[in-house]
């Protein structure tokens, strides 16, 4: 879906996102109140300017506009790949974008992500995986890495993980595998505006993602790990 037309479903009430360079940022208005929005558009791969943007989009927020909810839509092909961008240190303009979203939590703003488009690797780990919540449209693709990609890392064959991945969502690409995993808490089919209230009102207060996952079956031993690691005696 072009951003645009996401936008006017998102929010009838009225915003002033506007376009720079593939990065989307603005204000809009959800039940009278106002909303911080930045983004990406046009299946951008994220370099170190656009990270860099959003990033102090989330600090001004933090400074300017304490308590303000932050909804990041996301349409990403994941970190640009570029010799220049390698150089700069991409992993940390990366990192330092995920840390700004953590501070932004911590500071008492709920932050919700949107997949509305395409969400890939490091572009989706460092912005829809690192809000409260994160939501995706039906027609949304995310994947972190390929099946392709996946067989020449693991040195597993492309077969095999073709055969895991039907049964297996953790190795699958798509929205419905990572709503069963719990990375995405739920598909908006419809009523863009209503469903985006609903999350509003319902604040994410802590990160249940591993609870999710093991009562849609998607994750059926991330919740049991953590559990028995938070026991202090076994932690020790």
């Not at 940022?25 to 911080?36: C, L, Q």
């Not at 890392?153 to 595998?177: H, Q, Y």
Request: hydrophobic share 40%.
């Amino acid at each position: 879906m072009e951003w645009r037309t996401l936008t006017e479903l998102l929010f009838p009430e009225g915003h002033s996102i506007s376009e720079e360079g593939s990065f989307l940022s603005g204000e809009a208005t959800v039940n009278g109140s106002a909303v911080r929005v930045i983004g990406t558009t046009d299946h951008v791969a994220i370099g170190v300017e656009i990270a860099m943007a959003q990033a102090h989009a989330i600090l001004e927020t933090i400074q300017n506009a304490p308590g303000q909810p932050i909804v990041i839509l996301i349409d990403t092909q994941g970190q640009r790949l570029r010799h220049r961008d390698e150089m700069l240190g991409i992993n940390g303009y990366m990192a330092h974008l995920g840390k700004c979203i953590d501070l932004a939590r911590r500071s008492g703003h709920q932050v919700i992500g949107l997949v509305y488009d395409q969400a890939l690797s490091g572009g989706f780990i460092t912005s829809g995986l690192m809000a409260d919540s994160c939501y995706a449209l039906p027609d949304a693709t995310i994947r972190v890495m390929g099946l392709p990609a996946m067989a020449r890392i693991t040195k597993v064959a492309e077969e095999r993980l073709t055969s895991l991945a039907k049964d297996n969502p953790v190795f699958a690409p798509g929205v419905e595998n990572y709503y069963r995993m719990g990375g995405v808490h739920e598909i908006w089919s419809e009523n863009l505006a209503a469903a985006l209230k609903g999350a509003l009102n319902s604040p994410t207060k802590e990160d249940n993602r591993h609870q999710i996952g093991d009562r849609r079956g998607g994750r059926k031993l991330a919740a049991s790990v953590i559990e028995y690691y938070a026991n202090d005696d076994n932690a020790q």
